[in-house]
């Protein structure tokens, strides 16, 4: 996604392949930068009207404004090799207790197909009336399968125990942003596994998107709700939070159904890592005060649509 501060084009550099870095080379089209340049990097999909991904587009097919003020283009990738940092986010509270077990399925079916050990890792959280990290990232399948199963609702010594609330969502991203998103180097992608639902968060959900936001990283949603818990209706707000979280921060929304299953669901997930566009660019604009400042990536196509958070962290 974005990297703007005075690491970002350390972090930048290390975000580029190899071979990408070297002048002439097939996968580049543009400058290399040295150090001391602050570079905002942007990844995106692009799809048609129709959904279908688009992934044989140059440079030259993208204008991108900051502040809705046009800027250069100075570099520019088709991104499917760059290795991953993916955050497993389990709703385990006792509103997901039926889905439990195929959430538990479909991710570990999703990491063995998707990691690829010493390139990717992959960090496992769960979060009901706490957040508790239950597997640190990681490149081993052997770690993340022996971890999954642990992935679990609460006891009922530990609901007997409980004080406050039951399903800290938003509480669950913050901590992922700031203590492991924040500190890895490479493309970062969260995908949610909850009916939306938070109750008793510290945070909220418009601290829960920056703080994404701010660790640069996509947010894939999925609703996966179990309707009888809630009386046949499932909850009302958890969408809403959901496709707020996923829209923000340049990922997709996804809502389990009869038409749509989990399995599928990862499988349309995996296709778009692998299909990402990487821009960057030098803003024209000195940061004077550290603020958020709004991006709009576009292509000059009128038939695709591009799918790219909205905005940044400038950090002085």
Excluded: C, H
Aim: charged share 25%.
């Amino acid at each position: 996604m974005l990297s703007y501060g005075r690491q970002s084009a350390i972090i930048f550099a290390l975000l580029l392949p190899v071979s990408a870095q070297t002048p002439g080379t097939a996968n580049q089209e543009g400058p290399t930068f040295s150090t001391d340049v602050k570079v905002v990097n942007i990844l995106a999909t692009v799809r048609t009207k129709s959904g279908q991904i688009i992934n044989d587009l140059t440079k030259d097919d993208f204008s991108v404004t900051e502040n809705k003020r046009p800027e250069d283009i100075r570099y520019f990738s088709r991104e499917s090799d760059l290795p991953l940092t993916i955050g497993l986010m389990v709703d385990t509270s006792l509103s997901q207790t039926r889905v439990l077990e195929s959430e538990r399925s479909a991710s570990f079916q999703f990491v063995d197909q998707v990691l690829r050990e010493g390139k990717d890792k992959v960090f496992v959280t769960q979060f009901d009336m706490a957040v508790m990290t239950r597997q640190k990232p990681t490149s081993s399948r052997r770690d993340l399968e022996e971890s999954l199963p642990y992935v679990d609702t609460p006891s009922k010594t530990e609901l007997e125990a409980q004080r406050g609330g039951g399903t800290l969502l938003f509480d669950a991203v913050v901590k992922a942003s700031r203590e492991i998103m924040s500190v890895q180097r490479n493309r970062k992608a969260m995908i949610i596994l909850s009916d939306g639902g938070d109750n008793g968060s510290e945070e909220t959900l418009t601290s829960a998107i920056e703080a994404a936001q701010r660790a640069d990283t996509i947010i894939y949603s999925i609703l996966f709700s179990d309707a009888t818990y809630y009386g046949g209706y499932g909850d009302p707000g958890g969408k809403t939070a959901m496709l707020r979280l996923a829209k923000e921060t340049g990922g997709s929304f996804f809502e389990v159904s009869k038409k749509l299953n989990i399995n599928q669901i990862y499988g349309i997930i995996e296709q778009e890592l692998r299909s990402q566009y990487n821009l960057g660019f030098v803003s024209d604009q000195p940061v004077r005060v550290s603020e958020f400042r709004t991006l709009q990536l576009t292509a000059k196509r009128k038939d695709l649509i591009v799918q790219a958070r909205d905005r940044y962290w400038a950090q002085r």
